[in-house]
């Protein structure tokens, strides 16, 4: 594999200097702080990232006053005694997205949030718990207990929450791919995650980096070298 610090010094090229490069990386996360994230907080960033797959994110941020007015304040326990006529006068709800299929998923992530709250006290604290070195595992476990939670919508999930998630875009596969790492073009397999987990973890411990920050590098190192502030405008920092 190639050395880390290789990677770093031709991102840092790439986007005029160290301290620009630094600059992009975004504040440290911190694992332990989730644990004091409510659950209604915790719904809401879960639909604010559902909602923003595949669609224009600004629009999402812009019309996010009028959902957390529709949807009660993602209040977990308000929102599962709510009848069946609630969820479906949302499907016609100007203040949102009408999209059926995720305004569905709201209502099964609400039991989601509700069920791991009740079992470890918090469903921050069960994000806090989980070890940082086990991204996938955590992934998988989104994607299978939660409704739309999967691949990329669940890493957002966790980067939005400040809990040191890497995102597997497609820059940042590829920067793995030209490090040596065999994986594949577009890695979602369970092997393939594996191995970026490991190559990140890796790095993590060799460089004192959090995951965030090793993954934003690596997506800054290669492809389209998109401008620092288009760079600040797309990460809304």
């Given at each position: 594999?190639?050395?880390f610090?290789?990677?770093?010094?031709?991102?840092?090229?790439?986007?005029?200097?160290?301290?620009?490069?630094?600059?992009?990386?975004?504040?440290?996360?911190?694992?332990?702080?989730?644990a004091?994230?409510?659950?209604?907080?915790?719904?809401?960033?879960?639909?604010?990232?559902?909602?923003?797959?595949?669609f224009v994110?600004?629009?999402?941020?812009?019309?996010?006053?009028?959902f957390?007015?529709?949807f009660?304040?993602?209040?977990?326990k308000?929102?599962?005694?709510?009848p069946?006529?609630?969820?479906?006068?949302?499907?016609?709800?100007?203040?949102?997205?009408?999209?059926?299929?995720?305004?569905?998923?709201?209502?099964?992530?609400?039991?989601?949030?509700?069920?791991?709250?009740?079992?470890?006290?918090?469903?921050?604290?069960?994000?806090?718990?989980?070890?940082?070195?086990d991204?996938?595992?955590?992934?998988a476990?989104?994607?299978?207990?939660?409704?739309?939670?999967?691949?990329?919508?669940g890493?957002?999930?966790?980067?939005?929450?400040?809990?040191?998630?890497?995102?597997?875009?497609?820059?940042?596969a590829?920067?793995?791919?030209?490090?040596?790492?065999?994986?594949?073009?577009?890695?979602?397999?369970k092997?393939?995650?594996?191995?970026?987990?490991?190559?990140?973890?890796?790095?993590?411990?060799?460089?004192?980096?959090?995951?965030?920050?090793?993954?934003?590098?690596?997506?800054?190192?290669i492809?389209?070298?998109?401008?620092?502030?288009?760079?600040?405008?797309?990460?809304?920092?």
């Amino acid at each position: 594999m190639m050395d880390f610090q290789k990677i770093r010094a031709r991102a840092a090229k790439r986007k005029g200097g160290e301290a620009v490069l630094a600059s992009l990386l975004g504040p440290m996360p911190d694992n332990a702080a989730v644990a004091d994230i409510t659950d209604d907080r915790i719904l809401s960033t879960m639909a604010e990232r559902v909602f923003a797959a595949g669609f224009v994110w600004r629009v999402i941020e812009q019309k996010w006053p009028g959902f957390e007015e529709a949807f009660l304040g993602f209040e977990p326990k308000r929102l599962l005694f709510q009848p069946d006529d609630f969820w479906h006068e949302l499907t016609a709800d100007k203040r949102i997205v009408r999209n059926p299929q995720k305004i569905k998923s709201v209502r099964d992530n609400a039991v989601f949030v509700e069920r791991v709250s009740k079992e470890h006290g918090g469903f921050g604290k069960f994000l806090a718990d989980w070890p940082e070195d086990d991204q996938v595992g955590l992934m998988a476990y989104l994607g299978k207990h939660g409704s739309r939670l999967g691949g990329n919508t669940g890493q957002y999930f966790l980067r939005w929450l400040e809990w040191d998630a890497f995102i597997v875009s497609a820059d940042m596969a590829a920067a793995l791919r030209d490090a040596g790492l065999d994986i594949a073009e577009s890695p979602t397999s369970k092997r393939d995650l594996d191995k970026i987990q490991n190559q990140i973890n890796a790095w993590a411990a060799q460089t004192g980096l959090p995951r965030r920050h090793i993954s934003r590098i690596l997506a800054m190192s290669i492809g389209e070298n998109h401008s620092p502030e288009a760079l600040r405008e797309y990460m809304g920092e």
